[in-house]
């Protein structure tokens, strides 16, 4: 079982920021893209994120020029800086890596941190 651990969540006032962490099994992280997704409640998961393997960034509208996210091989680890948090970016967020991009070859999760932004 591929464990990943997430940390990094809390709660903060809008304007303000957070980093999330998402550590992960070196053999696993090497290979793997990185993706952030959050969800709030009665939502659909949504994709925040993405860092690829040659680590090109890509982020969905709403989070644009306010979330960095990004990768460190050597310490197998992702992260995600969040700034100017607004009150539409309260969710629980949670770290994905997929084996070379494809959910096939194989498909992981962080347990989940939440984020809270008051306005």
């Known amino acids: 079982q591929v464990q990943l651990v997430e940390s990094g969540g809390g709660w903060v006032q809008a304007g303000g920021s957070l980093r999330l962490s998402c550590a992960a099994p070196?053999?696993?992280?090497?290979?793997?893209?990185v993706g952030w997704y959050r969800q709030a409640p009665g939502t659909q998961r949504e994709l925040v994120a993405t860092?690829?393997?040659?680590?090109?960034?890509d982020y969905t509208a709403s989070v644009k020029d306010r979330f960095t996210a990004s990768r460190d091989n050597n310490k197998n680890t992702a992260y995600l800086q969040m700034n100017n948090l607004k009150p539409e970016d309260t969710a629980v967020y949670f770290c994905?890596?997929?084996?070379?991009?494809?959910?096939?070859?194989?498909?992981?999760w962080g347990q989940g941190t939440q984020v809270t932004v008051s306005p």
């Open positions: 994905n890596l997929r084996k070379y991009g494809s959910a096939a070859l194989g498909d992981y």
């Open positions: 070196g053999n696993i992280f090497s290979i793997s893209v």
């Open positions: 860092v690829t393997l040659g680590g090109v960034r």
